[in-house]
């Protein structure tokens, strides 16, 4: 295949220029059999024309056991998006506050007065789906890390789920199992769990998924990157010994799909230990303080490999290690496992040698395990030794460490549109509307309550510590999440603030991925915009099915398409963000589930708006306007289920303008609640206004709809407001500036939730349902 | 239960670091405290001096109080507070209480303090097996406890974040309790009653939130007054918990 002297493509596509790769470190290396080698190549899931870059990248020789390992991990679709790359160069990443965006730990953005946040999502749905209390937890881990990595104190976490029906008991189990693993590690290192969401879906019945974001608060200058450099510098390795747990948990977990035999992957998950994190969180941002580390990143999938090699090609250095001086939980274990073991809570950091006194006695202090385990090089090589081996036979991997990460293979799937998706457009549920003008509207109401998608979330979040750190502005159970910016341990409290919010429906995004991404984007937005933020970045965490599968990447595609047109229209940048493909159980994939979580800003916390009711009198208005927009709405899939229809449209401009009126109105003190209109449409927004205010409403409708329409349609870009009839005329003045539709609804007060003509329900038969819902049916019996 | 609803932020002030000598409280960090950064910072709000004092200590010279915060010392793997019990820095607080220092110690510092049996009793797993975060309702009791700014039936809010808050007893020990008038706080409902069959979230007999020892002077409570302290969530009801002690430290009654 080689073109000339000094360069070559490969199989796969790759270019290498030779006369650019280092030259090996070891003189002998002891390689597998031309013949054995390809075949324990395909056994870790490379194909065979990855396995010749490989060699190509090795300068043509065979590779041992230990690189073939290291390989396998790097070019899995977890570590090295080789099928999702491309199209994610599609996201808009930059933006006057971004500090920092994609290819580091976490994204970075400034949020005012010297200020920034660090944040990113990621899955664990793989390992949570087959054992749900560690998988969740170690998910929660993972994410924790990435962002003390990068200099930024953790604040607050928000969490994504999905689950099927739970009249299934092994989804109860996995729910159960997932909220407990999650609040059992996140509560124990005192970083409250603010927000997220969580649908039930008979589409995520094989396929849970848990997608966890962490946000954390950093002064600007306290930004640190795992940029490996300094020849000469010691490597260092904190945290918890090296063991056989997890070993390859993300290449063969979460780069396949599950069959009958995924329960005997359970050995691949890893188990948390929040106590060591916890002290790894104080002892990394005690040493990134007063500049102890050089580079400091997280061992997370393919551990110490996947650390090590990208701190080294960020860098453009070399790095040495010898896997004997990894302290090592178990006896006799080979070099390739301590080089892919995925044993959580460690992390691995470059100090400089008149650094490294302190950094031990730092870790000592804590309690926390330091072991120096190699050092940068100047060789532009990733060598691995083994130091029970004679010295000069000892070197057991020499890679180019910069080939390692960049000659990974990237593809360009093929795609092919889902036959499907003409079928569900055409569903007309126009005979629906027909037959509601017959039935008891105020009984479907309470149904729709009671819907494990739209009911309150209490027993979930009051699992979590969503206090701790005493910067909870607005707790969970809100269109957004409000956390106080600030460092009070060192001192530093301010009145700024975040709001953050995660969102997506899948059900959107199966019957329209385009439009559907685009709505994920927009909730998100509309959500932190209700609580008086200013959306400002993005990370997103894309669950698909298998990318090999055309229709699955057609998905895909589209969603990305979707999203990140949204994105540039909106001015909102991705900042990081997590892909997780092959969510698939025997071959049915989940609904495509494009997950957004956002970060909006807020100057003053004296200028922020919640969704409940406040004071009976005042006048309750519409932003936005309804239209019949049923396909693919939570009353379809609820009372009849049906999935199918159009989704509702998504007009971006009109997104902006009912947001920015929302905003403008909730600085200019003039509203008492502010809450999005989504799952449930309109009647369902009022319900949760009336319940969380413990004040009831006389509402009409005027929209010309027919009632089940009016009442659960879920067009997009509405906000229900309440406010004072004092501040009424001003608020018109503003909404005939911005120009968008609106309407007065009524009044808040009284005992029940009234519409006119359609509804008349007790307030407190309505709470009550609202409230247990989610309980009784994680209690229910067989 | 207790309105969780939302809740704006009112005021809030930056901490400012307070040159006052007195009085002077000492938080204690054990590895895996996670409350012990908020409980230093409600303290410099309310305007006192608050620094953390680390596990390996052994002296408590110069604290004119002695705060134990929450959190998960050393995992709370094993019972919580078994552990954290034989920190170096727990026989000093020890002695600190045994000479009428005065102690408080909420969530996990609450667990820690039975344990080392300067409080009677012990904490063990919810009712519900399930960890409880939120708003609970409390009523003050009529107690010798020197730490709490509030009349006896009063009835205050405060969040409560736990696994084991249930407090537990034998029969003895809640005679001597009561005959004492070591009961600080109790859950009940919104009117100040405590329902048949108890108001505790957690099951806590007798719905026991908060005890005091014989003294008046060592104080734990599974709630956290530290997170409502501030004005954060427009709340600062927690304030009440720290403000008796330091009178009685600014008049020297204390020690």
Same mark, same amino acid.
């Given at each position: ?55 190509a990248t090795l300068g043509g020789r065979e590779a041992s056991l230990t690189e073939l390992y290291v390989y396998s991990l790097m070019w899995s679709e977890h570590c090295s998006y080789k099928h999702s790359k491309r199209q994610l160069r599609r996201f808009p990443s930059e933006g006057p506050d971004v500090m920092q965006g994609p290819g580091e730990n976490a994204g970075v953005i400034r949020v005012g007065d010297g200020w920034a946040v660090a944040f990113k999502m990621e899955s664990h749905n793989h390992p949570s789906a087959i054992e749900p209390f560690q998988g969740a937890a170690t998910g929660v881990g993972g994410i924790v890390r990435d962002i003390f990595t990068m200099g930024a104190r953790p604040i607050a976490s928000l969490d994504s789920l999905r689950f099927g029906m739970l009249d299934k008991a092994r989804q109860r189990y996995l729910f159960e199992g997932s909220v407990e693993g999650i609040g059992s590690y996140g509560n124990c290192l005192g970083i409250p769990t603010v927000g997220g969401e969580v649908y039930f879906d008979e589409a995520y019945e094989g396929n849970c998924l848990i997608n966890a974001m962490c946000v954390g608060v950093m002064r600007e200058e306290d930004l640190t990157r795992a940029v490996g450099s300094g020849p000469g510098n010691p490597v260092v390795l904190l945290g918890s010994t090296t063991g056989r747990d997890g070993i390859g948990g993300a290449s063969t977990l979460a780069s396949q799909e599950f069959d009958e035999a995924a329960e005997n992957k359970r050995p ?29 990143? /997280? $061992?997370? &999938?393919?551990? @110490? +490999?996947?650390? *090590? %090699? ?129 039935? /008891? $509207?105020? &009984?479907?109401? @309470? +149904?729709?309550? *009671? %819907? ?331 | ?255």
């Amino acid at each position: 295949m080689t073109e000339n002297a000094h360069a070559t493509v490969t199989p796969s596509g790759i270019e290498i220029d030779l006369s650019q790769v280092p030259a090996p470190v070891a003189a002998a290396i002891d390689t597998l059999d031309a013949e054995r080698a390809p075949q324990i190549a395909v056994d870790l899931g490379l194909t065979l024309d990855e396995y010749e870059t490989v060699k190509a990248t090795l300068g043509g020789r065979e590779a041992s056991l230990t690189e073939l390992y290291v390989y396998s991990l790097m070019w899995s679709e977890h570590c090295s998006y080789k099928h999702s790359k491309r199209q994610l160069r599609r996201f808009p990443s930059e933006g006057p506050d971004v500090m920092q965006g994609p290819g580091e730990n976490a994204g970075v953005i400034r949020v005012g007065d010297g200020w920034a946040v660090a944040f990113k999502m990621e899955s664990h749905n793989h390992p949570s789906a087959i054992e749900p209390f560690q998988g969740a937890a170690t998910g929660v881990g993972g994410i924790v890390r990435d962002i003390f990595t990068m200099g930024a104190r953790p604040i607050a976490s928000l969490d994504s789920l999905r689950f099927g029906m739970l009249d299934k008991a092994r989804q109860r189990y996995l729910f159960e199992g997932s909220v407990e693993g999650i609040g059992s590690y996140g509560n124990c290192l005192g970083i409250p769990t603010v927000g997220g969401e969580v649908y039930f879906d008979e589409a995520y019945e094989g396929n849970c998924l848990i997608n966890a974001m962490c946000v954390g608060v950093m002064r600007e200058e306290d930004l640190t990157r795992a940029v490996g450099s300094g020849p000469g510098n010691p490597v260092v390795l904190l945290g918890s010994t090296t063991g056989r747990d997890g070993i390859g948990g993300a290449s063969t977990l979460a780069s396949q799909e599950f069959d009958e035999a995924a329960e005997n992957k359970r050995p691949a998950v890893q188990v948390g230990d929040p106590f060591t994190e916890k002290l790894l969180i104080e002892v990394c941002l005690e040493l990134l303080q007063r500049g102890g580390f050089v580079a400091l990143g /997280d $061992l997370g &999938a393919a551990g @110490l +490999t996947s650390s *090590a %090699s990208e701190m080294a090609s960020r860098g453009g250095v070399g790095i040495d290690l010898d896997v004997r001086k990894v302290p090592a939980r178990e006896d006799g274990m080979r070099p390739f496992e301590v080089m892919v073991s995925e044993s959580q809570e460690r992390m691995l950091g470059v100090v400089t040698p008149e650094n490294l006194d302190d950094v031990m006695a730092t870790c000592e202090r804590w309690g926390v395990r330091c072991a120096v385990i190699g050092s940068i090089t100047d060789t532009g090589r990733f060598v691995v030794h083994d130091g029970d081996l004679p010295a000069g036979q000892d070197i057991v991997a020499d890679m180019p460490a910069a080939l390692l990460a960049d000659a990974a293979p990237v593809y360009d799937p093929a795609f092919r549109r889902p036959a499907y998706l003409d079928e569900v457009a055409e569903y007309n549920p126009y005979h629906l509307l027909l037959e509601s003008t017959v039935v /008891d $509207l105020s &009984a479907v109401l @309470l +149904t729709m309550l *009671a %819907s494990p998608n739209v009911c309150s979330r209490r027993w979930i979040w009051e699992q979590y510590d969503h206090q701790v750190q005493s910067g909870t502005v607005v707790l969970p159970g809100a269109d957004a999440a409000v956390v106080r910016v600030g460092l009070p341990g060192r001192g530093a409290v301010t009145n700024r603030g975040i709001a953050l919010a995660s969102d997506c429906n899948g059900r959107y995004c199966y019957l329209d991925p385009y439009v559907g991404a685009q709505i994920a984007l927009a909730e998100a937005s509309r959500n932190v915009s209700c609580v008086g933020a200013r959306p400002a970045a993005i990370t997103d965490c894309l669950n698909f099915g298998n990318p090999e599968k055309p229709e699955v990447f057609y998905m895909f595609k589209e969603a990305v398409r979707g999203l990140s047109d949204a994105c540039k229209v909106m001015g909102v940048p991705v900042v990081s963000g997590n892909v997780s493909l092959y969510n698939e159980s025997f071959s049915q994939p989940i609904h495509p589930t494009p997950v957004v979580g956002m970060v909006g800003i807020i100057d003053s916390l004296d200028e922020v708006c919640t969704a409940s009711f406040k004071q009976a009198g005042d006048t309750i208005i519409l932003v936005g306007e309804t239209h019949d927009e049923l396909g693919g709405s939570e009353y379809l899939k609820h009372v009849h289920d049906v999935t199918a229809g159009t989704i509702p449209r998504l007009d971006l401009g009109l997104e902006m303008d009912v947001q920015s009126t929302v905003r403008d109105a909730v600085r200019m003190h003039l509203l008492s609640s502010a809450h999005d209109c989504s799952d449930g449409g309109l009647a369902v927004a009022l319900a949760e206004s009336c319940i969380s205010g413990h004040l009831g409403c006389e509402v009409a409708l005027d929209d010309g709809l027919e009632p089940v329409a009016s009442l659960f349609s879920e067009t997009q870009s509405r906000i229900l407001v309440s406010l004072s009839d004092d501040k009424v005329e001003e608020f018109e003045k503003l909404v005939g500036k911005h120009a968008v539709p609106w309407s007065v609804l009524g009044t808040v007060g009284g005992e029940r939730i009234g519409i006119e003509g359609k509804v008349d329900v007790g307030l407190g038969e309505a709470a009550h349902i609202f409230d247990v819902t989610l309980e009784d049916l994680v209690n229910q019996v067989d | 239960m207790a309105a969780t609803s939302a809740a704006t932020a009112t005021a809030v002030a930056p901490s400012v670091s307070v040159t006052t000598r007195r009085p002077r409280f000492g938080v204690v960090s054990f590895p895996g405290s996670n409350c012990e950064q908020d409980a230093v910072n409600a303290l410099r709000f309310i305007g006192y001096s608050a620094e953390f004092v680390w596990h390996r200590s052994t002296s408590l010279d110069g604290f004119d109080a002695i705060v134990l915060p929450g959190g998960f010392s050393y995992g709370d793997y094993l019972r919580c507070g078994a552990i954290a019990r034989f920190s170096p820095v727990m026989e000093a607080v020890i002695a600190f209480a045994d000479a009428g220092g005065p102690v408080i110690g909420f969530c996990n510092g609450f667990q820690v303090l039975t344990e080392a049996h300067l409080l009677p009793g012990c904490l063990i797993r919810n009712e519900n097996l399930h960890f409880i975060c939120k708003s609970v309702v409390l009523r003050v009791e009529d107690s010798t406890c020197e730490w709490v700014d509030l009349a006896p039936g009063t009835v205050t809010s405060l969040p409560v974040a736990h696994n084991e808050g249930n407090y537990t007893c034998d029969e003895a020990t809640l005679a001597r309790l009561r005959a004492n008038h070591q009961v600080v706080l109790r859950y009940c409902e919104p009117d100040g009653s405590t329902a048949l069959g108890g108001s505790a979230p957690n099951g806590a007999t007798d719905d026991i939130a908060g005890i005091c020892n014989e003294a008046g002077n060592v104080f734990g409570l599974m709630p956290h007054p530290e997170r409502v302290t501030d004005g954060v969530n427009g709340q600062t009801q927690g304030a009440a918990f720290f403000t008796a002690i330091a009178r009685r430290i600014e008049r020297g009654v204390a020690r």
